[in-house]
Structures are given as C-alpha cells and as structure tokens.
C-alpha cells in the first residue's frame, strides 16, 4: 500500500478474541459474591439489631420490675403502719396473722398494670440474731423492728428487694417476765416463782421450800433485796440500771368502759348460768356462791364493779378470741362504782376456779382499777394475765398464777407463780403503729425461691 501503512494481521485479531472469550463467564460470580456479601451485612445489621431492641426491652421491664418490687415496699410498710399487730403477727390477706414461714407471712400478689405485679412478705417483730437487707438486727428498747421482702414482676423479668422497717414500740403491759409488785414483794412459805421476781421497793423472801426460779430484779434506785430464806437461782439477778429507772407499770389507756361492755349477755342470759349466780346489773357486780354456781363468759368485754366467786364457783371463759375483764373502782372519776363496793373488788376463793378455755393466759386480760384488794386463793391454777398497778394482790392457799401479774404490793403466801412467755405480747393499743418507716437498709436479693429469705 501507498504511505507505508500496513494491516494487523489475522492472529492478532485472534488472540485478543480468544482473550475475551476466557473471560467471557467472571461477572456473575463476583456479582453474586457481593450480593451474597451485602446480604450478610444486611443480616448482621438486623440481628444486631432485633438484640438491641430485645436488650432494651428487657433492661425496661428489669427497671419496672425493680419499680414493682419498690412499690411492694411502700405498700407493706403503710399497711404494717394500718393494721394492728401483736408482736408475733404480721400481714397476711389484709389482717394480722401468725407467721406461716418460719418469722414471715406472704401477702397476695397485687397488680399495677401494664403486665406489672407485685408480692410482699412482712416479718414479726424481731431481735437478735435476726437479720435484715445483709445487716443484724440489733434490739434496742422501745423500738419495733420488722423486716419486708418485695417482688415486683413485669413480663417475666423479676427484682427483689428487702428492707428493715422500725416503729416505736407500744408499751409492753408486763415490762418484766414475772410478778411484780411495784412498791412490795414479800414471799413465803412453798411457793415456786418461775420467771423474774421484781419490785422497786423491798423484796422480801422467806420460808424453807420456797424456790425463785427465775431470778430477781430490781427497780433503780429503791429496789432491796431481804432474803431470810429460800432457793434464789442466779442470774439474772440485779438491779436496772439509772437509764431504765423503776420498773414500770400502768393501766393501758383504753379499756373496757360500762358503754364498750357486753355485759348484757349475762343480763339477757346469753352467757350460762347455773346455780347460785347473782348478777346486780345497776352496780355491775357479779357473784357466784358455792359449788353449782357456775357462769360462761362467752364475750370478749366485760365491766364490773366487782367479782367474786366462793366456796367452790367456777366462772369459765370461753370467747374465740381475747376477753378483757375491767373492774372499776369508785376511785375512778365518772365510774358507776359504789364506794361500799371496797376493797374485795375482785375474788377467788375456797375452791373456786377461773377456767380459761383457750388455756392461753394472754387470751384473758383482768385490770383492776384502784386501790382494791385482788384475792386468789385456794383457786387452783388461773390461767390469766392480771394487772393490778395500784391494788393489793395476795396470792396464798396452794393457787398458781400462770401468765403475767402486776400489782401495787403482792403477797405471796404458799401460792406459786408461774411466766408465760405469751404475756409479752399484750401492749398498750394504739401507740406506735402508724410510726413504721422505712431506714437506711436496703437490699437487692435474687428471686431464686418462693419464700421471704430466699436469694437475700
């Protein structure tokens, strides 16, 4: 050709095809490759995701479960604070009742909403060595310390917690475990004292055979002991210290009036009688004479001016529950009483007997007003818990006293007494429980367990 031009030859053009042809099938693979790559991401993403999200719900129903079990809190200790609880009860379905698991009753779990719920569990009053929120408890007088537990639920997802709660104490009725005679304790003869023998003034023991078996104490600073005779088994035995002071004792603030009282059930003879029984509704007096003479107290109050029982009566009481019996005196401003009713105000002798049904002395509270004459003897075992602070109690003839006894000056002459642990219950009502608060002790626990305890 002309110009000097040439033309690519025949196995050029062939080589760049066959080239082009080897790779004709690449594309798709590596289109694929990536796709499947993309989608993997894509799918990491959104697993990542979903857990994020399914963390998140779940740290939100952790945090309202925990709000759940807080609320529990706050709602055991407004009831605790509302109901009235001896000291060895505890909340269970809106009432009082006795712990079903060892010191603890379970409430019925509650609702909030929102798929939230919530289950408590309050103690009775507890001391050492108990233990609440991972601390001691450590007593201190005049102070009621419970513990609760609270589970809150939301989904599925449950926090627990504990916290101790502490409310002045009502005052104890028998602040010492044993008789008292607060100004005079004198016993003789072969009587048995088991609990603690106490007094702010003398007391005074003699006579062979006679054996205190609990102890003493004595009221600061007047409290003296004149032994002439007698087993006295040591400790406890002393003196209160200056802080504690005397040894107290009182009436409780409320009781029993003539208005409050169900007296007339032995008016209408709703309560049996039989034999010579003699009731003076006007002066609120009660007598049984002899053996036949027979009377069932079957109400939770009663008020009298005076009761006696001689020569072999039996007055039974049988209330389901608590009965409380008042004995006026015309010493108290307003009280029907008559002062020809003095001193015998309240009587026990010649072989009659106070039955009590539910053999439980707490269940069968006697006070006394005044400074009246209480009598007890050759009756037997009474089975009550009697407070007499300003009376004279004597105790003789072979009778036993089995609970709690308080008087102003008790004589103990061949009569026996005995404590029952019961009696600790009985404090003065209404001071106190609307006090409980919440202190600075507070625990998570893990809600491995259906009882109180567990996991805390």
């Known amino acids: 050709m002309?110009?000097?031009?040439?033309?690519p030859s025949p196995g050029r053009h062939l080589a760049v095809k066959n080239r082009l042809v080897t790779q004709s099938g690449f594309a798709l693979p590596v289109a694929i490759m990536v796709l499947l790559i993309v989608t993997m991401l894509s799918a990491a993403a959104v697993a990542v995701s979903v857990h994020s999200s399914s963390s998140t719900t779940r740290d939100d129903n952790a945090k309202a479960a925990l709000e759940a079990a807080e609320t529990g809190l706050?709602?055991?200790?407004?009831?605790?604070?509302?109901?009235?609880?001896?000291?060895?009860?505890?909340?269970k379905n809106g009432g009082a009742k006795s712990p079903e698991e060892g010191k603890y009753c379970k409430d019925a779990t509650e609702a909030l909403g929102n798929g939230a719920t919530f289950t408590y569990w309050t103690s009775e009053v507890l001391s050492e060595p108990a233990t609440c929120a991972g601390e001691a408890i450590k007593t201190e007088a005049g102070l009621d310390q419970r513990c609760v537990t609270?589970?809150?639920?939301?989904?599925?997802?449950?926090?627990?917690?504990?916290?101790?709660?502490?409310?002045?104490?009502?005052k104890p009725l028998f602040p010492i475990h044993g008789v008292v005679g607060l100004?005079?304790?004198?016993?003789?003869?072969?009587?048995?004292?088991?609990?603690?023998?106490?007094?702010?003034?003398?007391?005074?023991?003699?006579?062979?055979?006679?054996?205190?078996?609990?102890?003493?104490?004595?009221?600061?600073?007047?409290?003296?002991?004149?032994?002439?005779?007698?087993?006295?088994?040591?400790?406890?035995?002393?003196?209160?210290?200056?802080?504690?002071?005397?040894?107290?004792?009182?009436?409780?603030?409320?009781?029993?009036?003539?208005?409050?009282?169900?007296?007339?059930?032995?008016?209408?003879?709703?309560?049996?009688?039989?034999?010579?029984?003699?009731?003076?509704?006007?002066?609120?007096?009660?007598?049984?004479?002899?053996?036949?003479?027979?009377?069932?107290?079957?109400?939770?109050?009663?008020?009298f001016c005076k009761l006696v029982a001689g020569g072999g009566g039996v007055i039974t009481v049988t209330a389901s529950t608590k009965t409380e019996i008042f004995i006026d005196s015309s010493e108290d401003t307003g009280s029907p009483c008559k002062s020809s009713q003095k001193p015998k105000i309240f009587e026990l002798s010649g072989g009659s007997k106070l039955e009590n049904s539910s053999e439980d002395p707490?269940?069968?509270?006697?006070?006394?007003?005044?400074?009246?004459?209480?009598?007890?003897?050759?009756?037997?075992?009474?089975?009550?818990?009697?407070?007499?602070?300003?009376?004279?109690?004597?105790?003789?003839?072979?009778s036993t006293v089995k609970g709690g006894l308080v008087g102003n000056e008790v004589i103990m002459s061949g009569g026996s007494f005995a404590w029952d642990e019961r009696a600790a219950s009985l404090r003065q009502e209404g001071s106190g429980a609307e006090a409980y608060q919440r202190v600075p002790s507070w625990e998570e626990c893990k809600p491995t367990g259906a009882t109180a305890l567990a996991g805390c």
């Open 2 to 7: 002309s110009g000097g031009s040439t033309r």
């Open 74 to 91: 706050h709602v055991a200790t407004y009831r605790l604070a509302m109901i009235p609880l001896e000291g060895k009860q505890c909340v």
């Open 150 to 170: 609270a589970e809150g639920q939301v989904n599925g997802v449950a926090r627990r917690v504990q916290a101790r709660v502490a409310a002045p104490s009502a």
């Open 183 to 303: 100004t005079k304790l004198n016993i003789s003869g072969g009587g048995t004292v088991q609990g603690l023998a106490g007094t702010n003034g003398k007391l005074e023991i003699s006579g062979g055979g006679l054996k205190l078996a609990g102890g003493y104490t004595l009221g600061f600073p007047g409290g003296k002991l004149e032994n002439k005779g007698g087993e006295v088994i040591c400790p406890p035995c002393g003196m209160r210290s200056k802080e504690e002071g005397p040894i107290p004792g009182a009436l409780p603030e409320k009781h029993v009036t003539a208005a409050t009282s169900e007296d007339s059930r032995i008016t209408k003879k709703e309560d049996e009688q039989t034999g010579s029984v003699t009731w003076t509704a006007a002066n609120y007096e009660l007598t049984l004479s002899g053996k036949g003479a027979h009377i069932v107290l079957g109400g939770a109050k009663y008020y």
């Open 362 to 398: 707490s269940a069968l509270l006697i006070e006394v007003y005044g400074k009246n004459e209480v009598i007890v003897s050759g009756a037997g075992e009474v089975q009550a818990t009697v407070l007499a602070p300003e009376a004279k109690v004597t105790l003789s003839g072979g």
